[in-house]
């Protein structure tokens, strides 16, 4: 049973830091990509950062290029999202999926809502 559970959502202010973690289980990590993507109120899914199969190849939003940093523990089966400098856009309920069918880096057109296996989400708030 494939499971993803995200953690380390919370309320900060404008500018400080939050680190996200996605624990997977019940497939083989390193074979799948993985990656983070996000909600905010009244709008669409989007992809923020994923790591293809193995970690080889990083993508990442340019909205948050620079501030954000995707990396991975394979020892323990973990994704993590550093998120520095965060501003009130960044303001979302952040999930963690994975694709066993090759529909694309998490940035791709439909990938917000195609990838196979999805957390719960954690909450993140940035206030000004």
């Known amino acids: 049973q494939v499971r993803l559970v995200e953690s380390g959502g919370g309320s900060v202010r404008e500018g400080e830091s939050l680190r996200l973690s996605c624990k997977a289980s019940?497939?083989?990590?390193?074979?799948?990509?993985i990656g983070w993507f996000r909600q905010a109120p009244g709008k669409e899914r989007e992809g923020v950062s994923c790591?293809?199969?193995?970690?080889?190849?990083?993508y990442i939003a340019d909205s948050v290029k620079g501030r954000f940093t995707i990396s991975r523990d394979r020892a323990i089966n973990t994704v993590y999202l550093q998120m520095d400098d965060l501003k009130p856009e960044d303001t979302a309920v952040y999930y963690c999926?994975?694709?066993?069918?090759?529909?694309?880096?998490?940035?791709?057109?439909?990938?917000?809502?195609?990838?196979?296996?999805w957390g719960q989400g954690t909450q993140v708030i940035v206030s000004s």
């Open positions: 999926a994975t694709d066993f069918e090759s529909k694309g880096n998490c940035l791709t057109r439909g990938a917000s809502y195609a990838w196979d296996y």
């Open positions: 019940g497939y083989s990590f390193d074979h799948f990509p």
């Open positions: 790591l293809s199969a193995g970690g080889v190849s990083t």
